[in-house]
T-cell receptor
């Protein structure tokens, strides 16, 4: 399976703290994306990082990519209660345009 | 931005019946759409790649005769769950490449419950 793995599976933090989630994958990729999903809803695209990029920022989000380790991390700074959701990384196989999702991290931000 | 509309958002059906789920790209054309299935508290599993004007490509372990995919136009792909069983109850989500290079756009999902 090309599905990646994320850790931790669940994370609970206080509002204002930073949250870090990690994603590891198995095959070479072109792109890695992070998505957010509120319970029972569709996915919202957060950020895309290409294989030749090492770090990317978007607002309170910071994503890093280490292709040598086949891993990525998502950092959410100054977390808010509204950030409570599940976060998934998704990777494309080098040879196709399908995206495969990691196992996800369930983030709870306590007000 | 790009919008993908998925319909219905939820459906309850009896065992043995068939259910059709629609995925539409509203403001862009999508030659390729993807169908995912998500069980409670689990990740999204890619079921198949829907190709406009040609046969869908199914992931290993997904029964193509049970999950019929039709991509008849550049803005519409449908997934039909045939002869549904309770174990088919799941959250089905479609996505499409809007060519914006900012990631794929996802529909809001369909909650299928088979009773």
């Amino acid at each position: 399976s090309q599905q990646g793995e994320e850790d931790p599976q669940a994370l609970s933090i206080q509002e204002g703290e930073n949250a870090t989630m990690n994603c590891s994958y198995k095959t070479s990729i072109n792109n890695l994306q992070w998505y957010r999903q509120n319970s029972g809803r569709g996915l919202v695209h957060l950020i895309l990082i290409r294989s030749n990029e090492r770090e990317k920022h978007s607002g309170r989000l910071r994503v890093t990519l280490d292709t040598s380790k086949k891993s990525s991390s998502l950092l959410i700074t100054a977390s808010r209660a509204a950030d409570t959701a599940s976060y998934f990384c998704a990777t494309d196989a080098n040879t196709g345009n399908q995206f495969y999702f990691g196992t996800g991290t369930s983030l709870t931000v306590i007000p | 931005g790009a919008v993908v509309s998925q319909h219905p958002s939820w459906v309850i059906c009896k065992s043995g019946t068939s259910v059709k789920i629609e995925c539409r790209s509203l403001d862009f054309q999508a030659t390729t759409m993807f169908w995912y299935r998500q069980f409670p508290k689990q990740s999204l599993m890619l079921m198949a790649t829907s190709n406009e004007g040609s046969k869908a490509t199914y992931e290993q372990g997904v029964e193509k005769d049970k999950f019929l995919i039709n991509h008849a136009s550049l803005t519409l792909s449908t997934l039909t769950v045939t002869s549904a069983h309770p174990e088919d109850s799941s959250f089905y989500i479609c996505s499409a490449d809007d060519r914006s290079n900012y990631g794929y756009t996802f529909g809001s999902g369909t909650r299928l419950t088979v009773v």
